[in-house]
């Protein structure tokens, strides 16, 4: 039975393949001649249809379809600064500039609050002036954190970071998220 599944298995990547290589004609009857030794039940005999079908296909003239296409340009992204790249590494979406951007040297950045929106309870999210968007790990109130008020975000131990508002006593572990 798994002889039987495998040689299945055989003939559906010979015909998936024989596109890139055959054109026209050559495909449908390398196709068909393909799919009839899928039918024949004897391990044996169907070993030998493939043996002889195979060859067939592997000499058939390339079609133009499989002529190497020509490289694609390459992407150029817009420059990243460091205040972008800030805290970018975290964030899960790979095909963000900033995340694909070369390591950041800034340890910190300072930015002014746009908007400060609730969570949960004690949990909040900050928006900045800059655009990212930081969002509250460990709960907190933070009663006097209000818009128009300069942040400022360090890097802490092992890829975390900490926000200080002005005017707000003590730190608030926060994680990156746009």
Not at 71 to 94: D, S, Y
């Amino acid at each position: 039975m798994r002889e039987r599944h495998l040689s299945r298995l055989l003939a559906a990547a010979l015909v998936l393949a024989a596109p890139t290589s055959l054109s026209g004609p050559a495909l449908a009857a390398g196709q068909d001649d393909v799919l009839k030794c899928l039918s024949i039940l004897d391990n044996g005999a169907r070993l030998a249809c493939y043996d002889r079908t195979v060859p067939g296909l592997r000499n058939a003239p390339p079609s133009a379809a499989s002529a190497p296409a020509a490289p694609a340009a390459p992407t150029i992204m817009a420059p990243v600064t460091r205040e972008q790249a800030f805290g970018a590494e975290r964030i899960p979406n790979k095909t963000n500039p900033s995340v694909a951007a070369q390591p950041q040297e800034a340890e910190n950045i300072t930015a002014k609050l746009t908007s400060i929106s609730q969570v949960t309870i004690d949990r909040y999210t900050f928006a900045l002036d800059n655009g990212q968007v930081w969002t509250q790990v460990v709960a907190r109130s933070i009663p006097n954190a209000k818009a128009g008020k300069a942040v400022r975000i360090e890097k802490g131990i092992v890829g975390s970071f900490t926000m200080t508002i002005d005017g707000v006593a003590g730190i608030i572990k926060v994680r990156r998220v746009k």
